[in-house]
T-cell receptor, first 114, second 114 residues
Framework: EAGVAQSPRYKIIEKRQSVAFWCNPISGHATLYWYQQILGQGPKLLIQFQNNGVVDDSQLPKDRFSAERLKGVDSTLKIQPAKLEDSAVYLC????????????FGPGTRLTVT | AQSVAQPEDQVNVAEGNPLTVKCTYSVSGNPYLFWYVQYPNRGLQFLLKYITGDNLVKGSYGFEAEFNKSQTSFHLKKPSALVSDSALYFCAVRDNAAGNKLTFGGGTRVLVKP
């Protein structure tokens, strides 16, 4: 079974630029999550999708971050404009459904904002 | 609100010795508890979970964890550590009342020396 795929693996941008990350969850997984992991901290949930609908985006900085999962499969996370404090690893995870206990994580995208 | 604390930033242990990584939690309802491991430049990998039942749960790679409700703890253990166990370990809690949202601790780096 293929795992969660993410791209790019690394990205370096200057502040005020925009960036987008892509995630392809495990086939058949209805629930998709985006986490932000700042160096030295645990992952923090940014947004959770159930199919193509948003379940929880309470910790998403909506003035600069946006995410979509239009067809209920792949998802993109965008930052516009980026700030220095956005430097982090962005992890995508998926689970079979909202009630599933296990989330499967992708390798992450390491973002550096200079 | 749910929270997780991992009081040790780093744990050093000699190969072959027992390994313990501490975790305490706070949740309003019944906790679902998880341990994940993160190797360099890789996503989080699921190790084990406590949902209900036996307080001692066994997981991948010889790890186990003991749920202690009175102490609100879920410490990760391995009887005999390997050098390959050196990684970053995260404890996480899920409150059923908060959907499938996982709250992670800050992580504990484990260094196993030969």
């Amino acid at each position: 079974e293929a795992g969660v795929a993410q791209s790019p693996r690394y990205k370096i941008i200057e502040k005020r630029q925009s960036v987008a990350f892509w995630c392809n969850p495990i086939s058949g997984h209805a629930t998709l999550y985006w986490y932000q992991q700042i160096l030295g901290q645990g992952p923090k949930l940014l947004i959770q999708f159930q199919n193509n609908g948003v379940v929880d985006d309470s910790q998403l900085p909506k003035d600069r971050f946006s995410a979509e999962r239009l067809k209920g499969v792949d998802s993109t996370l965008k930052i516009q404009p980026a700030k220095l404090e956005d430097s982090a690893v962005y992890l995508c995870a998926s689970s079979l459904d909202r009630g599933s206990h296990e989330q499967y994580f992708g390798p992450g995208t390491r973002l550096t904002v200079t | 609100a749910q929270s997780v604390a991992q009081p040790e930033d780093q744990v050093n242990v000699a190969e072959g010795n027992p390994l313990t990584v501490k975790c305490t939690y706070s949740v309003s309802g019944n906790p679902y508890l998880f341990w994940y491991v993160q190797y360099p430049n890789r996503g989080l990998q699921f190790l084990l979970k406590y949902i209900t039942g036996d307080n001692l749960v066994k997981g991948s790679y010889g790890f186990e964890a003991e749920f202690n409700k009175s102490q609100t703890s879920f410490h990760l253990k391995k009887p005999s550590a390997l050098v390959s166990d050196s990684a970053l370990y995260f404890c996480a809690v899920r409150d059923n009342a908060a959907g499938n949202k996982l709250t992670f601790g800050g992580g504990t780096r484990v260094l196993v020396k030969p």
